[in-house]
């Protein structure tokens, strides 16, 4: 039996590191850790990628949240609109910003806020939306940034998901005050540990965030002149090495990420297994690959059975976890539903097509019968190519991730734990 895991990040590594390892071992032995001109290069290249003025390299991805939230003014008394289909990680932000989350329901089809949900959620207090770009997904901007702005919500968005996904041709992050990602190891552009930004083009907001991630040290202050009551939520000068290493690659590894999805689409057609349509107007870059199955612990089990890794993203709607309970007020359907049902299958650059159709040979088989039948969510890229002018000079030359099959395959994986494939979202 093969084994067949959910990623494979080790292969990411490995592809990049020829790239890389002069500055890596530089920035190492000179002893140049936090900051400095490693973090200056990714921010400038990374706000460039997304189509913004600014980016401002933080700790992690939820810190980029809340320091967006504080940077903006949004704490305590007011309430800040979240889906309820999301990592905890957004709720969580809006909390440790001081502000009150309000949950919103979600889009059957695609598991995310729409202008509906989210207008429905609106109160006196409301003063800003998280727009959660999930799976890889980004909903109707022009809408939902309509709605909002009718409203006079900020429109803040978690693109911790979302790296390179774009509306109509505009990327992910660009369209809000601010937009948040996490470079997590396991997202599509992700950083050999914890590492985060916000991207915006205000610079007031740009400032500001940079100034409560360092210690409150604003502009070109001295080292112990503290303008604000800060923090410390910096980025490490070897973990911008390595999301430039990276960004070189994330175009080819979002386009080979495409085809896996569209040959699951392709594979899975006419079985058991139903498949959404698409959504015009958005480029989805397929972080995750999430089908809907009724039954979906048994189906899980069964392909787990088979050495098939998958994910769940996720169990438990962020109104239903004990520590945001108190902020629910009523159930949200759509998203109880679904977390009940949601199931990832295995999604990375370096999956091979045969194993693509091991898997779906698999759940064409558990899911024989309709009461198991599968729905894929989320929308298929209909915008082709994406903006070329802001990606790096090395992207041009980046090899496609076909040449870059790592010694440490799929065919090598260990089965799998639930800790294990949480990790990768
Ligand atoms: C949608 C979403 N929001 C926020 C976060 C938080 O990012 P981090 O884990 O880097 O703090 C994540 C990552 O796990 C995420 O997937």
Same mark, same amino acid.
């Given at each position: 039996?093969?084994?067949?895991?959910?990623?494979?990040?080790?292969?990411?590594?490995?592809?990049?590191?020829?790239?890389?390892?002069?500055?890596?071992?530089?920035?190492?032995?000179?002893?140049?850790?936090?900051?400095?001109?490693? +973090?200056?290069?990714?921010?400038?290249?990374?706000?460039?990628?997304?189509?913004?003025?600014? *980016? $401002?390299?933080?700790?992690?991805? #939820?810190? =980029?949240?809340?320091?967006?939230?504080?940077?903006?003014?949004?704490?305590?008394?007011?309430?800040?609109?979240?889906?309820?289909? #999301?990592?905890?990680?957004?709720?969580?932000?809006?909390?440790?910003?001081?502000?009150?989350?309000?949950?919103?329901?979600?889009?059957?089809?695609?598991?995310?806020?729409?202008?509906?949900?989210?207008?429905?959620?609106?109160?006196?207090?409301?003063?800003?939306?998280?727009?959660?770009?999930?799976?890889?997904?980004?909903?109707?901007?022009?809408?939902?940034?309509?709605?909002?702005?009718?409203? *006079?919500?900020? +429109?803040?968005?978690? /693109?911790?998901?979302?790296?390179?996904?774009?509306?109509?041709?505009?990327?992910?992050?660009?369209? &809000?005050?601010?937009?948040?990602?996490?470079?997590?190891?396991?997202?599509?552009? &992700?950083?050999?540990?914890?590492?985060?930004?916000?991207? #915006?083009?205000?610079?007031?907001?740009?400032?500001?965030?940079? =100034?409560? /991630?360092?210690?409150?040290? +604003?502009?070109?202050?001295?080292?112990?002149?503290?303008?604000?009551?800060?923090?410390?939520?910096?980025?490490?000068?070897?973990?911008?090495?390595?999301?430039?290493?990276?960004?070189?690659?994330?175009?080819?590894?979002?386009?080979?990420?495409?085809?896996?999805?569209?040959?699951?689409?392709?594979?899975?057609?006419?079985? !058991?297994?139903?498949?959404? !349509?698409? @959504?015009?107007?958005?480029?989805?870059?397929?972080?995750?690959?999430?089908?809907?199955?009724?039954?979906?612990?048994?189906?899980?089990?069964?392909?787990?059975?088979? !050495?098939?890794?998958? *994910?769940?993203?996720?169990? $438990?709607?962020?109104?239903?976890?004990?520590?945001?309970?108190?902020?629910?007020?009523?159930?949200?359907?759509? /998203?109880?539903?679904?977390? =009940?049902?949601?199931?990832?299958?295995?999604?990375?650059?370096?999956?091979?097509?045969?194993?693509?159709?091991?898997?779906?040979?698999?759940?064409?088989?558990?899911?024989?019968?309709?009461?198991? @039948?599968?729905?894929?969510? !989320?929308?298929?890229?209909?915008?082709?190519?994406? @903006?070329?002018?802001?990606?790096?000079?090395?992207?041009?030359?980046?090899?496609?991730?076909?040449?870059?099959?790592? =010694?440490?395959?799929?065919?090598? /994986?260990?089965?799998?734990?639930?800790?294990?494939?949480?990790?990768?979202?």
């Amino acid at each position: 039996m093969t084994a067949i895991p959910f990623t494979d990040l080790a292969a990411m590594s490995q592809e990049i590191w020829p790239d890389i390892e002069a500055d890596y071992l530089a920035s190492l032995f000179n002893a140049d850790f936090v900051g400095g001109s490693p +973090v200056e290069t990714f921010e400038r290249d990374w706000a460039a990628y997304c189509g913004t003025q600014h *980016g $401002v390299g933080v700790a992690n991805g #939820t810190d =980029a949240l809340e320091l967006a939230m504080a940077a903006l003014g949004i704490g305590p008394g007011d309430e800040v609109i979240v889906p309820a289909n #999301t990592f905890i990680g957004t709720a969580a932000a809006v909390v440790r910003a001081g502000a009150e989350p309000r949950f919103a329901d979600v889009s059957e089809e695609t598991l995310l806020l729409t202008p509906a949900t989210m207008t429905a959620a609106v109160t006196r207090r409301t003063r800003a939306v998280i727009v959660v770009h999930l799976y890889g997904q980004v909903p109707d901007m022009d809408r939902l940034m309509a709605a909002a702005d009718e409203r *006079g919500l900020l +429109v803040i968005e978690d /693109a911790a998901q979302a790296h390179g996904a774009q509306w109509h041709g505009r990327r992910a992050g660009s369209f &809000g005050a601010a937009g948040c990602f996490s470079f997590y190891p396991g997202k599509n552009l &992700g950083a050999f540990g914890d590492a985060g930004a916000v991207v #915006t083009s205000r610079p007031d907001v740009a400032d500001r965030v940079r =100034a409560l /991630a360092n210690h409150g040290r +604003v502009g070109g202050s001295a080292h112990y002149e503290h303008m604000l009551v800060g923090r410390n939520s910096r980025m490490d000068a070897l973990q911008a090495i390595a999301l430039s290493g990276k960004l070189a690659r994330i175009e080819s590894w979002n386009a080979r990420r495409q085809e896996i999805a569209d040959r699951y689409r392709d594979r899975l057609r006419g079985t !058991g297994v139903r498949l959404t !349509g698409a @959504a015009a107007g958005a480029r989805h870059v397929y972080h995750l690959l999430v089908a809907r199955a009724p039954g979906r612990d048994q189906v899980r089990e069964q392909l787990r059975e088979r !050495g098939i890794q998958t *994910g769940v993203h996720y169990p $438990v709607p962020c109104h239903l976890q004990p520590p945001l309970r108190k902020f629910a007020d009523g159930p949200l359907p759509v /998203a109880e539903r679904a977390a =009940a049902e949601i199931l990832s299958l295995p999604m990375f650059p370096h999956l091979k097509d045969k194993h693509v159709d091991a898997v779906c040979a698999a759940l064409a088989s558990v899911t024989d019968g309709s009461h198991m @039948a599968a729905t894929i969510v !989320g929308t298929r890229a209909v915008v082709p190519a994406p @903006a070329p002018a802001a990606v790096p000079a090395k992207a041009a030359s980046a090899a496609g991730p076909a040449k870059a099959a790592s =010694a440490a395959g799929p065919a090598k /994986a260990a089965p799998v734990t639930d800790a294990e494939v949480r990790d990768v979202a």
